[in-house]
């Protein structure tokens, strides 16, 4: 199978070599099976050969993608193809040192991951070998660097410049306002999240423990799912998915237990203001000394019609941190969590290995993963919430984006939280755990967290109308098969709603009404509140929100008549604020609407649909804030103006724990993202239709599902 137009391209003189001699021991000590929707499950004898099928994998499905991450992990995307875009993302992950850091660090690493991390790289490599007259001539071989330097890139994309922090003090300094920047990180905010839940066997049918995770991030390169199983007997036989360009899987499960995340929102860095040393160029005062200031006289390479254009910038580095701006007597050094942990991928390569809780426990103490909300569910029936993070200990306020004045350690943060101190839930009340990307403390209503237990750095209390929404579907007694809780993982109801769309009618009952409004106002009155395909008036009252909301924004009110509150977390908000300003908004949107999509009662299925190859497809769900648990996010396509998947929803699972684990899942953009290849969009179908495919776990499974058996070839 190739990938990318076949070009008479001159041969990269390391990949148009012969292959190397240790590839065809690996291959043949791994065995690569396909199952439906081509699922490849990796069974190897060791750990470099299981790594080496999972990069040739990964390779036949995503090289162009992951080409283009290790490209940026480099600093070499303007090289490359010379976008003005890539020249700042170069200069970014070089200021960081990046790949400087990640080779520093690599020999660090357990001798068994790095023999992972070279099989991947080498599998990888191999795909190349073998595919080379079909690829773009700037796809180059891989190193186990890079693939390190990788996992740093997509960890700090996270984990680092949190809230965009850095430009947002920037800002600050020129005197500039950040509204909308602030907008843009709520809306980056909607789509980058996720839930999980937790079901113990008091509330399962079945009485064993069920998993639910459910990832949500944009449908781009930058955050491809990849789903898999890796099997070395005796030391892994894990299914889940990672990001492509990863050798390890991050979320999913094994015989014994299985994770997910989602992202949580601990504060791990801080702006600290150091005084220069008037005396000594280049040093700045700390703990009564004078400390040195690195200099880095960076230079990357542009590609232009002229040939290769060099850039240079000066970027300064502090044993406290980078330096990311300096007056003529004070630098500012941002001091990141993350910055000098280099152990994230193995941490989740020992908790897949985990056979108990306690061996999970000890792969989370290890502290390498610097954030995301963790639920567990195992085969003993236990379930389990984290707030995770390598959160900093701060012996001061926190200044969000504001410089702290430091002229000793004691002033600055020095070390992390312990595992015991973060939030968590062991077997609660009411037999569930959940998260959606809110604060810990409602985790679970039987035992919430008080806030007053935690540091004041922690973030303050919220409850989105998605993570009621949540706990609206499992706050209850009720008992759930597996099949279950797949069906209400794609819950269509729009909460927000239940919450304003009786005052909204209220509204437009007190003032006399066109004949035209008055028959939109009685189908919102049938309307049963949800995203449903079929639904007539979610279209209407989502773009009539909208409207409401930035109309009150502007007037400086607040949209809803009781705003929401930690007192009454599971009512609030609800309510319009302004019922004038909501009716003058409805008349706005019908004709909006009406203009968008030809009419005002348009169903949602005929506006929002999921778009890949053959797959023309209605789909329901919509944004959190509108309160929806199947959260999807939408394009503006130019051609027809239909609304068009492009994030949300990515790679869901649910598993429940019996004496073999028993599993459901889906990839909304199927497994590869080769044009011709069959599993480029046949999972679209299911994923829009809100149904999963059974996951193969077992040998019989896998026998059962299989499609094609091969070894890497080269």
Not at 53 to 62: K, L, N, P, S
Not at 92 to 119: C, M, N, S, W
Not at 391 to 407: F, K, T
Not at 585 to 612: M, N, Q
Request: aromatic share 12%; charged share 25%; net charge negative.
């Amino acid at each position: 199978m190739l990938i990318g137009a076949a070009l008479p391209l001159a041969l990269d003189a390391a990949a148009a070599s012969a292959p190397k001699p240790e590839w065809a021991d690996l291959a043949a000590q791994v065995e690569i099976r396909r199952t439906a929707y081509g699922v490849p499950h990796i069974k190897a004898e060791n750990e470099r050969a299981l790594g080496f099928g999972f990069g040739y994998c990964q390779a036949e499905d995503h090289l162009l993608s992951i080409q283009r991450l290790v490209l940026t992990a480099r600093g070499e995307l303007a090289r490359t193809f010379g976008r003005a875009a890539d020249v700042e993302s170069d200069f970014y992950v070089r200021q960081f040192r990046v790949r400087e850091r990640a080779v520093a660090t690599y020999h660090k690493l357990d001798p068994d991951f790095r023999d992972l991390i070279e099989g991947f790289a080498e599998g990888m490599n191999a795909y190349i070998h073998a595919h080379r007259e079909g690829l773009p001539a700037w796809v180059r071989p891989v190193t186990a660097h890079d693939v390190a330097a990788h996992g740093m890139t997509g960890v700090m994309r996270f984990a680092f410049n949190r809230n965009r922090i850095i430009e947002r003090f920037l800002r600050a300094q020129r005197g500039e306002a950040e509204s909308e920047e602030t907008a843009a990180l709520q809306a980056e905010e909607a789509v980058v999240g996720s839930n999980l839940w937790a079901f113990g066997p008091s509330r399962t049918r079945s009485r064993k423990a069920i998993l639910m995770g459910n990832p949500h991030q944009p449908w781009s390169e930058v955050a491809t799912y990849y789903e898999a199983h890796l099997t070395v007997p005796g030391v892994i036989d894990f299914y889940g998915s990672t990001f492509v360009g990863r050798p390890v899987l991050t979320t999913g499960f094994n015989a014994h237990l299985g994770w997910t995340h989602t992202v949580n929102y601990p504060d791990l860095e801080e702006i600290y203001e150091l005084k220069l040393d008037p005396t000594r160029p280049e040093h700045f005062l700390f703990d009564g000394d004078a400390l040195p200031i690195q200099r880095d006289d960076v230079t990357i390479e542009v590609k232009t019609d002229k040939g290769l254009a060099p850039q240079t910038r000066a970027f300064f580095h502090t044993a406290l941190g980078p330096v990311i701006h300096r007056t003529d007597d004070r630098i500012y050094v941002l001091r990141s969590a993350s910055y000098e942990e280099f152990r994230f991928y193995q941490q989740w390569f020992r908790m897949s290995q985990a056979r108990n809780f306690a061996e999970f426990q000890a792969a989370l103490a290890l502290g390498a993963v610097p954030m995301f909300n963790t639920g567990y569910a195992d085969r003993e029936g236990n379930i389990y919430y984290l707030w995770n993070g390598t959160v900093p200990v701060i012996p001061h306020e926190n200044q969000d984006a504001r410089a702290v004045p430091a002229a000793r350690s004691a002033d600055i943060w020095t070390h992390f939280l312990p595992l015991k101190e973060l939030p968590q839930l062991l077997n609660p009340k009411g037999g569930y755990v959940q998260n959606s990307n809110d604060p810990p403390y409602f985790t679970n209503l039987n035992e919430p967290l008080d806030i007053r237990s935690f540091p004041p750095y922690f973030p303050p209390h919220r409850l989105s109308l998605r993570t009621q929404h949540s706990l609206e579907l499992i706050h209850n007694r009720k008992r759930f098969s597996l099949e279950d809780v797949v069906d209400l993982k794609f819950s269509p109801r729009m909460l927000l709603a239940d919450r304003v769309k009786d005052d909204l009618i209220a509204a437009l009952k007190l003032k006399a009404a066109e004949a035209e409004t008055l028959r939109a106002r009685e189908m919102l009155e049938r309307w049963n509140n949800t995203t449903e395909m079929d639904s007539r008036g979610s279209v209407l009252f989502e773009i009539w929100w909208t409207r409401y909301q930035t109309e009150c924004r502007r007037a400086g009110i607040e949209p809803y008549a009781v705003p929401w509150s930690p007192e009454a977390p599971i009512t609030t908000p609800r309510g319009l604020a302004d019922a004038e300003r909501a009716a003058q908004a409805f008349a706005w949107a019908l004709g909006e609407t009406s203009r968008l999509y030809g009419a005002w009662d348009a169903t949602w299925g005929e506006v929002h649909r999921l778009r890949k190859g053959k797959v023309e497809a209605p789909v329901s769900g919509g944004g959190g804030a509108i309160g929806s648990f199947r959260v999807l996010d939408f394009r503006r396509d130019e051609t027809d103006g239909k609304l068009v998947v492009r994030g949300g929803d990515s790679w869901i699972f649910a598993v429940e724990f019996g004496d073999t684990p028993r599993a459901y899942t889906v990839v909304g953009y199927s497994e590869s993202e080769v044009p011709d290849s069959p599993h480029y969009d046949d999972q679209g179908e299911l994923f829009a239709a809100n149904k999963m495919k059974r996951a193969a776990f077992t040998e019989a499974e896998i026998e059962a599902q299989l499609l094609r058996r091969y070894r890497p070839s080269f």
